[in-house]
């Protein structure tokens, strides 16, 4: 839910030509939350894609990022005219979807198909590419809703199980599809399966979060992202 002046803080950097996307800070419960990131990385597997994360450091001042959630970017329309918009589902309408459209002349839209996870990774990554900046602007501020905030790890893990599908396989679809090398595109996905996949063999049996059926709908999950097949799983 954006302040009363969010809109009012991100509008003196739209005069900027090479500005593509505008973040917002978000709260949560009054403390700052951000996974925003100001760099990929595409070849080590064994860290983490996003590189030099903003979490914990004392941002005071607009600063260059690369990655950043769908929850209150401001996106210059030249971006929407290079690489499409993000998701037509971010529109109450699909008339107003369309009418949109129909005033963008051209455009190479990005891969609809991502659902709930990296989808916002993947139009950063792509703004990026296009020559664009990506802007966080600690002054224009967000609150964010707190979810699952009085569950155990067990039914938090229940209710968010069935996202973890989407999760897993967006991700490795991420690094196989953007990955500058062998050990990336296959390996950086296949640690983070094997990691779920531990978690339901080895709690199954005393916990009510995951079974041992899982396991195999996880591993599909990562062998859909490495054969990049995407969509909502019927």
């Not at 005069?15 to 700052?32: M, T, V, Y």
């Not at 008339?95 to 891969?111: C, E, G, K, T, Y």
């Not at 990955?179 to 399966?193: E, M, P, Q, S, T």
Request: contains cysteine; proline residues 6%.
């Amino acid at each position: 839910f954006p302040r009363a002046d969010c809109l009012e803080q991100l509008l003196p950097y739209t005069g900027k030509k090479d500005i593509g996307i505008l973040a917002p800070r978000r709260l949560l419960e009054g403390e700052i939350f951000t996974h925003d990131f100001q760099a990929y990385n595409l070849s080590n597997p064994f860290v983490s894609m996003y590189s030099k994360k903003l979490a914990g450091r004392h941002i005071t001042s607009p600063t260059e990022i690369t990655g950043t959630a769908f929850e209150g970017p401001f996106i210059r329309r030249e971006v929407v005219e290079k690489i499409g918009l993000p998701n037509k589902d971010l529109f109450p309408t699909a008339a107003l979807f369309r009418q949109i459209m129909n005033h963008v002349p051209s455009r190479n839209d990005p891969n609809k198909d991502l659902f709930i996870f990296c989808d916002d990774t993947d139009y950063c990554l792509r703004t990026i590419r296009a020559g664009y900046k990506i802007l966080y602007i600690p002054d224009a501020l967000m609150d964010k809703e707190k979810f699952f905030s009085n569950d155990t790890w067990n039914e938090r893990s229940k209710k968010k199980k069935w996202k973890r599908f989407y999760q897993i396989r967006n991700s490795t679809y991420l690094n196989h599809h953007y990955g500058r090398n062998i050990a990336v595109k296959y390996l950086r996905g296949f640690n983070g399966v094997m990691g779920y996949i531990f978690i339901a063999l080895f709690t199954s049996p005393f916990a009510k979060a995951y079974q041992w059926k899982d396991i195999p709908r996880l591993w599909k999950a990562y062998c859909d992202g490495i054969h990049e097949k995407l969509g909502i799983m019927s």
